[in-house]
């Protein structure tokens, strides 16, 4: 595959599982891949390539005679999102909270005001996702910066499915507690109220 067709193929994937995350595409529906490449002009395999970068997210599977498709919701992923998730983000908010810059401190107060003041569970789970990757921004584990950051998309996913409709506008205070412990470059603190905080994970 040429360079322009990995181009293509990661836009694809891109909006695809944004269509997916929102709920515009709906858990078990087929994805017709002759559909996807007329609507993007590509070839099928730009768009085979695209279902198999979603698929190795989690976000589409392969089923017989069904062929790719979004993938089910299930309760025990959910779980096992929940248990990864303290398990990394605290750990990576350990090690980002001494590095980071006045510049990052200031991006992350105003994604958190963001984050209190968003009018639609939409717009909270974009806010919400963005202060949880500032915050561990500067741990210089790229890896585990990766690997978060899928696990966060695959919880946007749930939630949204699940829980939208129950979502009120509120404040963090979790999320103040750990812009306040950045602050105060207490580490071991943001870390604690990280662990509480995805305790309380719906």
Not at 14 to 39: F, M, T
Not at 46 to 60: D, F
Not at 114 to 126: L, R, V, Y
Request: charged share 25%; with cysteine; net charge positive.
């Amino acid at each position: 595959m040429s360079e322009q067709q990995m181009k293509k193929s990661d836009d694809i994937a891109h909006k695809l599982s944004a269509r997916i995350v929102s709920g515009a595409l709906k858990p078990d529906e087929k994805l017709r891949q002759d559909l996807i490449a007329r609507e993007f002009g590509v070839s099928q395999v730009t768009v085979r390539e695209a279902l198999l970068h979603l698929a190795s997210k989690g976000l589409v599977v392969g089923l017989p005679r069904r062929g790719m498709c979004v993938a089910p919701m299930d309760q025990n992923a959910i779980q096992e999102l929940r248990v990864m998730r303290r398990a990394l983000e605290p750990v990576a908010l350990l090690h980002s909270v001494p590095n980071l810059t006045a510049r990052q401190i200031a991006q992350i107060e105003q994604v958190h005001e963001e984050c209190d003041k968003a009018q639609t569970a939409d717009d909270w789970e974009d806010a919400n996702q963005r202060f949880h990757m500032a915050v561990i921004a500067a741990c210089n584990m790229p890896r585990m910066i990766a690997e978060i950051q899928n696990l966060q998309l695959l919880y946007a996913w749930h939630f949204n499915n699940l829980h939208t409709g129950k979502w009120r506008q509120r404040a963090d205070p979790d999320h103040a507690a750990i812009l306040a412990a950045i602050k105060d470059r207490d580490a071991a603190k943001a870390h604690a109220v990280m662990q509480r905080h995805l305790t309380r994970l719906p």
